[in-house]
């Protein structure tokens, strides 16, 4: 990006919540010659966040820094333990000298663990699942192809598909629950796309919205979010930083007052579709299930706001787990109260690498289509476009380019030739154009990086 279109695109994005700034008063605090801050008179504490979070993404982009590319400190003994797993490779790899200074590994290598515990993601496949825990080694397959590190937020980012002018707000604790909880913005720009295509829909309310992963896939595909909740300001905001024109609330939904507001959005604005993801942690395989975690309940307050707006069109996504927490019983539990609300209701697992996104991430999405519409929920599901091994997006093709970047505040791109998802996280071709091509053929590109590798 040069200077001038950062500026125009600043001052567009900055007007949604401070209003009456110029461009040339816009250019001097990108330049760092003036606070936005002594502009912000009179505005609340939550757009200050906004108003600097928005300014600070665009300094980033004005002086061509790569956002968010920070990574995590790891300890001696994690360090010791990474390098002794190659490309591909997991827990099984680490020596017993170094397993013996840790009782985790220990009872790991006793027992039996994940494969993917301690792994290191291999360039030639999509990356597995990013969780919250992407800081950690032992958590998962975090750690990067070639260096001696965990991959950074904007690494782990673009295995979400967000694009690279997506940026994270909040300390890294709160930047891993947005990347780590969100839905890929590919995967979800397909599912709206087929709604939009098949019904007509394009209002919705964005229910548990964290940082935006479904919002931006659907605004991508043509529905507009009247109102986006969630109860996490860090991911609030990094949701309003981003799509500034989105009205969003940050309060609880089990509360009556939230629910109100909610609902007065909807039925004003014409909502004809309520999607979100309420929160999965007392669901989740990779951890510990919680039968008494209140969280479990949550989608009580997704299904009670469709009660009271009576959408067209539910979109309702959650981990793998569900299927099988209390043996089923939540599962069809969900079915069941939409069901009785006047739904028609499908549920299908689905692995977003299926679908153009270069990670092995297993998700539930739940359908339904209100029984007036005419329409089964079986019709909206897209086509899997990438389930052959030789047409998924790999770790090398979606994060190579970052390879001799060092991960900080400061870090600028290194310039080369651009496959056609690293066009797309760049903002050079459209959500439609990736998808496309990705659909239609397998573009020369897919093996450009596993060739030089």
């Not at 008179?41 to 982009?61: P, Q, V």
């Not at 515990?117 to 291999?122: E, N, T």
């Not at 629910?259 to 309420?278: H, L, R």
């Not at 999405?365 to 005419?374: A, K």
């Amino acid at each position: 990006m040069t200077s001038k279109p950062v500026v125009g695109d600043y001052c567009r994005d900055i007007a949604y919540v401070l209003s009456g700034l110029d461009k040339t008063d816009a250019e001097a605090i990108l330049k760092g010659e003036k606070d936005v801050l002594s502009f912000a008179e009179g505005i609340s504490a939550f757009d200050k966040k906004i108003i600097s979070g928005i300014t600070d993404k665009y300094k980033s982009l004005y002086h061509n820094f790569i956002l968010n590319h920070t990574t995590f400190k790891l300890s001696d003994l994690d360090l010791e333990m990474i390098k002794a797993v190659p490309q591909g490779g997991s827990w099984k790899d680490i020596p017993p000298e170094t397993v013996k200074k840790s009782k985790r590994l220990e009872r790991i290598t006793k027992t039996g663990g994940r494969t993917t515990l301690y792994g290191r993601i291999d360039y030639n496949k999509p990356s597995y699942t990013i969780t919250t825990y992407f800081n950690r080694p032992g958590n998962g397959t975090y750690v990067h192809p070639v260096h001696e590190r965990v991959i950074s937020v904007r690494e782990a980012a673009r295995f979400q598909t967000f694009r690279d002018d997506y940026y994270f707000f909040g300390n890294k604790t709160q930047m891993l629950k947005q990347v780590g909880n969100a839905v890929p913005t590919v995967l979800a720009y397909q599912i709206g796309r087929s709604i939009v295509e098949k019904t007509g829909c394009t209002k919705s309310i964005d229910l548990f919205c964290g940082a935006g992963g479904m919002t931006v896939g659907f605004k991508a595909a043509g529905i507009s979010s009247l109102l986006s909740n969630d109860i996490e300001e860090s991911a609030c905001a990094t949701l309003k930083i981003n799509n500034p024109e989105i009205p969003v609330l940050c309060g609880d939904i089990t509360q009556e007052g939230t629910k109100a507001a909610v609902e007065k959005a909807a039925k004003s604005g014409g909502a004809d579709i309520i999607c979100g993801g309420p929160p999965c942690q007392g669901f989740s395989m990779a951890g510990f299930r919680a039968d008494d975690d209140p969280r479990n309940q949550l989608f009580r307050e997704f299904a009670d706001i469709v009660k009271r707006v009576n959408p067209k069109v539910i979109v309702f996504e959650n981990v793998e787990g569900l299927l099988s927490y209390q043996g089923g019983k939540t599962y069809r539990e969900v079915h069941t109260l939409f069901a009785e609300l006047g739904y028609k209701t499908e549920g299908r697992f689905l692995m977003a690498n299926d679908y153009a996104v270069p990670q092995k991430r297993k998700r539930v999405i739940i359908i339904c289509t209100r029984n007036d519409l005419g329409i089964k929920p079986s019709k909206l599901y897209p086509e899997a476009i990438t389930v052959e091994e030789d047409r998924q997006v790999t770790a090398g093709e979606t994060i190579g380019d970052l390879e001799q970047v060092e991960c900080s505040d400061t870090a600028e791109y290194i310039y080369g030739e651009e496959n056609d998802i690293l066009q797309f996280l760049k903002g050079k071709i459209s959500y439609e154009a990736y998808v496309e091509g990705r659909t239609t053929e397998k573009p020369s590109s897919y093996s450009d990086f596993r060739e030089k590798k």
